[in-house]
Nanobody, 115 residues
Framework: QVQLVESGGGLVQAGGSLRLSCAAS????????MDWHRQGPGKQRELVAG???????KYADSVKGRFTISRDIAKNTVYLQMNSLKPEDTAVYYC?????????WGQGTQVTVSS
């Protein structure tokens, strides 16, 4: 069993910053691809950023230059540094990993950006 626990969400003013964390625990081993998704009010869930085992990263166009994904392998944790936040970044943010043939999701953390 694999568990993912996100933290770091909250309320921030436009232009501010937040750092989200996602800690993986359970039977997961090795360096697995992990990514962040978000689902805003009335919107479909979308990929925000991802990182693979070799360290390569990818970002949605809407967050390039503002968000940075990173990981601490020793802690089995992935981070999402979010700068220059905009009201349209308001969403529930979820982390996801792929391990032994299936995806695992965290429970999500709310990010609210006020204008």
């Amino acid at each position: 069993q694999v568990q993912l626990v996100e933290s770091g969400g909250g309320l921030v003013q436009a232009g501010g910053s937040l750092r989200l964390s996602c800690a993986a625990s359970g039977t997961i081993t090795g360096i697995n691809p992990m990514d962040w998704h978000r689902q805003g009010p009335g919107k479909q869930r979308e990929l925000v950023a991802g990182i693979i085992g070799g360290g390569a990263t990818k970002y949605a166009d809407s967050v390039k230059g503002r968000f940075t994904i990173s990981r601490d392998i020793a802690k089995n944790t992935v981070y999402l540094q979010m700068n220059s936040l905009k009201p349209e970044d308001t969403a529930v943010y979820y982390c996801r990993t792929y391990y032994r043939g299936r995806y695992y999701w965290g429970q999500g953390t709310q990010v609210t950006v006020s204008s």
